[in-house]
């Protein structure tokens, strides 16, 4: 029965080998698929947030389509991600050191992560190609430490108000409040007549935070409070900024939302404003198509931003705005694949992307000539939005400080919460921070 | 002798693939998640190594606490729940009647159709405007019943372990479908002639009979409730305002959308830990009444 010690030593150093085996051969296998280069044939992977049918994710899928159509020799392998979950994929294959060779960013908090792992490709050499049309501020958000690493398709405000004209006239708005407090009276006014004022889809808790906390502190505080918070020169329980939570707390409390706001998300917050259940809906310019632009009752609609508000530090006039979708390459990228992947960005995104966006109503950050067929619609959201920009709270505020002013506007909501509270959470969870 | 020992190798050879299996995709990530709790890390930049530091954070996390609390809501539902209904359903099943098999699989479907589907069905059995829940209520004119059942802090919670029982009592009931079937036939007949019937012979015979199955099954109900992730997450994702949150939720939001990888290998050490101290009571007690 005496077992062999060496016998016992060879089967602990075989399994050992034969998992280290399993594990090398399963992570090469991810790899290999990546980029294989066939007799100058080259794969790109791309990864986007283009799922839902949007008008600018098809022109962006048709983008795609015509670039393979250029280039035979080039095959892109989509991987298309919901945009909801879209970010937390992309974390958690940068954290694998995984990225797609292609892959869509966002700007400022959420790209920082990715530049310092040396995850992404600086592009500065190839900037000319974009030099002419899109401007600083444009470029601003994908800048780190003075090198460039995306480039930005679109223009997103995240907080326009659409408004049912005709509900809004019952209770004697024939034109948008335009102060804070005739807003609350039109709320007020709304709610007794039976009409729910506002419809809000907070069950993917973004809405309250980017949607409208970004409105709120920029009437409330000001374009530069988010930096002064990042640099320490600032708190969040400065009472103004208290003041500026403290407008949801005052909305909640006043039962402007559907019940049910928690549960919806928002494309469901979408349809019941565009069903007639609500009177307001506050949200980004990108549903302007949905609720305006491809609708036979567009008409019905106005749009405009949150009123001021008396002794407000802030400029009534600048919507709360990013650049969206940002191309960003790979850093792993060599040789054949690289160039490839360059001429798919230079391709992809050009003159006549903005273009053919700008004709099915998208803002853009580019300035191209506005094409003759662009819609009425889209003019009056660039009208509207051109009166300057003002910071949107996650693209400045770290995820994790973010996530806890989320679920606390969501406690607001249900009410075990209030303005102050939340106001010393999120300062704490930003002192925490490591 | 010597073939004895040929066989214990072959055995262990045999053993290996599925020995090796097991090492790489439970064991050795377990023990990752473990090295990870120790450190400060987004995933992206280098560990830092803080100790105890993340373990201390958990323990003073108001929101953690109340995922343990949720953890637990679910804990009873599954064994108040889901064992007595699944048994329940065995006993009703296990006699001969018309379309026995057919009731089986309806009453086994729900287990097959994948988490997120239920998750799903479930939303929209409870949303407020057009749920099926409501409408009933309204239909047979309960309209001050109805609720917000996934937006209310007050119902949240009670709404979701419905969804979870309805989800697992199908696999309770075959496993103990299956026990039921063992007992010899005797045993009943016996039961019968001395008088025993209903919930008498229930009772007394048909429960002492499969009683190692029940603790099984309460086993295995204790370590699902630890896992329930999937439902909660797409249902209500931990919210309204962490009222659902259990500590997968936790977990996976401190990691995966929060980043910090270090904070919620720590809470999955923890899950960990509670899990194997509630099984192995329940396990202790099993053994005590036994012997």
């Given at each position: 029965m005496k077992t062999p010690r060496n016998m016992k030593k060879a089967v602990l150093i075989g399994s050992i080998a034969l998992l280290t085996l399993v594990t090398a051969a399963c992570g090469n296998g991810n790899n290999s698929s990546d980029g294989k280069e066939e007799g100058g044939k080259v794969t790109l992977n791309i990864m986007h947030p283009w799922t839902s049918p949007n008008v600018d994710n098809e022109v962006y899928r048709a983008r795609i389509a015509a670039f393979e159509k250029l280039h035979p020799e080039i095959t892109i392998k989509q991987d298309g991600v919901a945009s909801a979950q879209y970010k937390t994929k992309l974390r958690t294959l940068a954290t694998a050191n995984n990225l797609s060779d292609i892959n869509v960013v966002w700007p400022g908090a959420d790209l920082k992560p990715l530049v310092d792992g040396n995850l992404l490709l600086p592009i500065d050499s190839e900037m000319a190609n974009w030099s002419s049309i899109l401007p600083e501020d444009a470029l601003a958000g994908f800048n780190q430490d003075g090198k460039q690493y995306a480039i930005p398709t679109k223009q997103t405000f995240v907080d326009i108000i659409y408004y049912n004209k005709e509900m809004l006239a019952k209770v004697g708005y024939d034109v948008f409040p335009d102060t804070y407090d005739k807003f609350i009276d039109a709320v007020t006014k709304l709610k007794a007549s039976g009409v729910t004022p506002i419809a809000l889809g907070n069950k993917e808790q973004w809405p309250l935070q980017s949607s409208y906390l970004s409105a709120f502190q920029e009437r409330f505080v000001g374009s530069d409070f988010l930096k002064k918070v990042m640099n320490k020169e600032a708190k969040f329980t400065d009472p103004q900024y208290v003041k500026a939570i403290g407008a949801i707390e005052e909305l909640s409390n006043l039962k402007a939302f559907n019940t049910d706001a928690n549960n919806m998300d928002s494309v469901q917050a979408q349809d019941y404003f565009i069903q007639g259940k609500a009177a307001m809906h506050i949200s980004s310019s990108t549903v302007d198509s949905r609720i305006r632009i491809?609708?036979?009752?567009?008409?019905?609609?106005?749009?405009?931003?949150?009123?001021?508000?008396?002794?407000?530090?802030?400029?009534?006039?600048?919507?709360?705005?990013?650049?969206?979708?940002?191309?960003?390459?790979?850093?792993?990228?060599?040789?054949?694949?690289?160039?490839?992947?360059?001429?798919?960005?230079?391709?992809?995104?050009?003159?006549?992307?903005?273009?053919?966006?700008?004709?099915?109503?998208?803002?853009?950050?580019?300035?191209?000539?506005?094409?003759?067929?662009?819609?009425?619609?889209?003019?009056?959201?660039?009208?509207?939005?051109?009166?300057?920009?003002?910071?949107?709270?996650?693209?400045?505020?770290?995820?994790?400080?973010?996530?806890?002013?989320?679920?606390?506007?969501?406690?607001?909501?249900?009410?075990?919460?209030?303005?102050?509270q939340l106001a010393k959470d999120v300062q704490a969870a930003l002192d925490n921070m490591k | 002798?010597?073939?004895?020992?040929?066989?214990?190798?072959?055995?262990?050879?045999?053993?290996?693939?599925?020995?090796?299996?097991?090492?790489?995709?439970?064991?050795?990530?377990?023990?990752?998640?473990?090295?990870?709790?120790?450190?400060?890390?987004?995933?992206?930049?280098?560990?830092?190594?803080?100790?105890?530091?993340?373990?201390?954070?958990?323990?003073?996390?108001?929101?953690?606490?109340?995922?343990?609390?949720?953890?637990?809501?679910?804990?009873?539902?599954?064994?108040?729940?889901?064992?007595?209904?699944?048994?329940?359903?065995?006993?009703?099943?296990?006699?001969?009647?018309?379309?026995?098999?057919?009731?089986?699989?309806?009453?086994?479907?729900?287990?097959?159709?994948?988490?997120?589907?239920?998750?799903?069905?479930?939303?929209?059995?409870?949303?407020?405007?057009?749920?099926?829940?409501?409408?009933?209520?309204?239909?047979?004119?309960?309209?001050?019943?109805?609720?917000?059942?996934?937006?209310?802090?007050?119902?949240?919670?009670?709404?979701?372990?419905?969804?979870?029982?309805?989800?697992?009592?199908?696999?309770?009931?075959?496993?103990?479908?299956?026990?039921?079937?063992?007992?010899?036939?005797?045993?009943?007949?016996?039961?019968?002639?001395?008088?025993?019937?209903?919930?008498?012979?229930?009772?007394?015979?048909?429960?002492?009979?499969?009683?190692?199955?029940?603790?099984?099954?309460?086993?295995?109900?204790?370590?699902?409730?630890?896992?329930?992730?999937?439902?909660?997450?797409?249902?209500?994702?931990?919210?309204?305002?962490?009222?659902?949150?259990?500590?997968?939720?936790?977990?996976?939001?401190?990691?995966?959308?929060?980043?910090?990888?270090?904070?919620?290998?720590?809470?999955?050490?923890?899950?960990?830990?509670f899990s194997l101290i509630v099984v192995s009571v329940v396990n202790r007690l099993g053994k005590e009444k036994e012997a």
């Amino acid at each position: 029965m005496k077992t062999p010690r060496n016998m016992k030593k060879a089967v602990l150093i075989g399994s050992i080998a034969l998992l280290t085996l399993v594990t090398a051969a399963c992570g090469n296998g991810n790899n290999s698929s990546d980029g294989k280069e066939e007799g100058g044939k080259v794969t790109l992977n791309i990864m986007h947030p283009w799922t839902s049918p949007n008008v600018d994710n098809e022109v962006y899928r048709a983008r795609i389509a015509a670039f393979e159509k250029l280039h035979p020799e080039i095959t892109i392998k989509q991987d298309g991600v919901a945009s909801a979950q879209y970010k937390t994929k992309l974390r958690t294959l940068a954290t694998a050191n995984n990225l797609s060779d292609i892959n869509v960013v966002w700007p400022g908090a959420d790209l920082k992560p990715l530049v310092d792992g040396n995850l992404l490709l600086p592009i500065d050499s190839e900037m000319a190609n974009w030099s002419s049309i899109l401007p600083e501020d444009a470029l601003a958000g994908f800048n780190q430490d003075g090198k460039q690493y995306a480039i930005p398709t679109k223009q997103t405000f995240v907080d326009i108000i659409y408004y049912n004209k005709e509900m809004l006239a019952k209770v004697g708005y024939d034109v948008f409040p335009d102060t804070y407090d005739k807003f609350i009276d039109a709320v007020t006014k709304l709610k007794a007549s039976g009409v729910t004022p506002i419809a809000l889809g907070n069950k993917e808790q973004w809405p309250l935070q980017s949607s409208y906390l970004s409105a709120f502190q920029e009437r409330f505080v000001g374009s530069d409070f988010l930096k002064k918070v990042m640099n320490k020169e600032a708190k969040f329980t400065d009472p103004q900024y208290v003041k500026a939570i403290g407008a949801i707390e005052e909305l909640s409390n006043l039962k402007a939302f559907n019940t049910d706001a928690n549960n919806m998300d928002s494309v469901q917050a979408q349809d019941y404003f565009i069903q007639g259940k609500a009177a307001m809906h506050i949200s980004s310019s990108t549903v302007d198509s949905r609720i305006r632009i491809t609708n036979a009752e567009g008409d019905k609609y106005g749009i405009a931003l949150f009123p001021s508000v008396t002794g407000g530090l802030g400029d009534a006039k600048k919507s709360s705005g990013v650049v969206q979708f940002g191309i960003a390459l790979s850093s792993e990228l060599k040789g054949k694949k690289k160039d490839a992947a360059l001429e798919f960005m230079k391709f992809f995104v050009n003159e006549d992307l903005y273009k053919e966006l700008i004709s099915k109503g998208v803002v853009v950050p580019a300035k191209v000539d506005i094409p003759a067929d662009a819609s009425e619609y889209l003019k009056e959201m660039m009208a509207l939005t051109g009166n300057g920009t003002s910071p949107v709270f996650d693209s400045v505020i770290p995820t994790q400080v973010t996530s806890v002013m989320q679920n606390g506007l969501q406690a607001i909501t249900v009410g075990r919460m209030t303005a102050e509270q939340l106001a010393k959470d999120v300062q704490a969870a930003l002192d925490n921070m490591k | 002798m010597h073939t004895l020992k040929g066989t214990k190798y072959a055995i262990f050879f045999g053993l290996l693939p599925a020995l090796i299996i097991y090492l790489g995709i439970a064991v050795v990530p377990i023990g990752m998640s473990a090295y990870y709790s120790f450190f400060n890390w987004d995933g992206i930049r280098p560990l830092s190594y803080v100790g105890l530091e993340n373990f201390t954070e958990i323990f003073k996390d108001s929101i953690f606490w109340l995922s343990v609390k949720n953890n637990a809501y679910i804990l009873l539902s599954g064994l108040l729940g889901q064992i007595p209904v699944g048994l329940l359903l065995a006993l009703i099943l296990n006699r001969k009647m018309k379309g026995a098999g057919f009731f089986r699989t309806i009453g086994f479907l729900p287990v097959v159709i994948s988490s997120v589907m239920v998750s799903l069905i479930w939303s929209t059995v409870y949303n407020t405007e057009y749920g099926l829940l409501n409408s009933i209520l309204g239909a047979v004119g309960l309209d001050s019943w109805q609720q917000n059942w996934l937006g209310d802090t007050a119902w949240s919670m009670l709404s979701i372990s419905v969804a979870y029982i309805w989800q697992n009592c199908g696999f309770f009931m075959v496993i103990f479908l299956a026990a039921l079937q063992n007992i010899p036939n005797e045993v009943n007949e016996a039961a019968e002639l001395d008088g025993a019937s209903g919930l008498r012979k229930v009772m007394r015979i048909t429960i002492p009979m499969i009683r190692g199955t029940i603790l099984v099954a309460v086993v295995f109900s204790i370590s699902n409730s630890f896992r329930v992730f999937d439902l909660i997450q797409i249902m209500t994702g931990g919210g309204p305002a962490h009222a659902t949150e259990v500590m997968t939720v936790y977990m996976y939001s401190n990691a995966f959308v929060n980043m910090r990888f270090g904070y919620g290998s720590a809470v999955s050490v923890l899950i960990l830990l509670f899990s194997l101290i509630v099984v192995s009571v329940v396990n202790r007690l099993g053994k005590e009444k036994e012997a």
